[in-house]
């Protein structure tokens, strides 16, 4: 969230590069990566709500990333935009963002809860899962532990980033993890509102200064 409560929602997901090898070639180059990525994912439905989708980018690391966007203009646009997320069920829940400007300064607040108490699954609907014949995730879980060699809990990273003016915060929950409670506060001072508020302090102390002056010399002249 910027200064003035507008911002922005981004959603991104990596693939590291065993992952992306086990892409299908769609664009029949004889290899697996970011255009074979670019053409399985299906964004039109993302596009129609207002999300930016940026093509697929492999940094140094070998991760793939692919990254959806909304803007926002207030915090209440914004709650609108997370509810988006993860719906009603999902991992994602009552997140909100508020702005409040008591005098000389302005603070801002993240909460949420995380949920992956539902493991992968917690992820998915029951449109995807009767796509992919009823498992939520096209195949039995232990079979695709068996074939990647270690726990989802593991290969599976999860973050959430609160980017608040005056600071962040980041909270990274496990699969199977309990609820956990998100919340980042911030506060920015505004230094010319409270400056004025000083001056304005010293001139009334200052004008009482006087009149008491000039009250004390009036008594003088009178004895």
Not at 31 to 58: C, F, K, Y
């Amino acid at each position: 969230m910027d200064d003035d409560g507008s911002g922005s929602v981004e959603v991104a997901t990596g693939l590291d590069e065993d992952a992306v090898d086990q892409l299908p070639d769609l664009d029949g180059d004889g290899v697996s990566g970011p255009a074979d990525l670019a053409a399985l994912v299906r964004t039109d439905d993302l596009t129609a709500a207002g999300w930016r989708v940026s093509p697929p980018e492999t940094r140094d690391d070998g991760t793939t990333w692919i990254r959806v966007t909304h803007p926002f203009g207030s915090p209440d646009e914004a709650d609108q935009v997370m509810a988006q997320i993860t719906g009603d069920s999902g991992p994602l829940q009552q997140m909100h963002l508020t702005r409040d400007h008591p005098f000389g300064r302005v603070r801002y607040q993240f909460r949420g809860t995380a949920d992956l108490s539902g493991g992968l699954e917690a992820f998915g609907d029951e449109g995807l899962s009767t796509l992919l014949e009823g498992e939520p995730l096209g195949e039995d879980q232990a079979a695709i532990e068996a074939r990647i060699g270690q726990p989802l809990s593991e290969a599976f990273k999860f973050t959430v980033t609160a980017r608040l003016p005056g600071g962040e915060k980041s909270w990274s929950p496990k699969l199977g993890d309990p609820p956990l409670d998100m919340a980042a506060d911030s506060t920015v001072f505004r230094w010319p509102e409270l400056l004025l508020a000083v001056v304005a302090a010293l001139s009334l102390i200052a004008l009482v200064l006087v009149l008491v002056a000039r009250s004390l010399r009036g008594r003088r002249l009178e004895g």
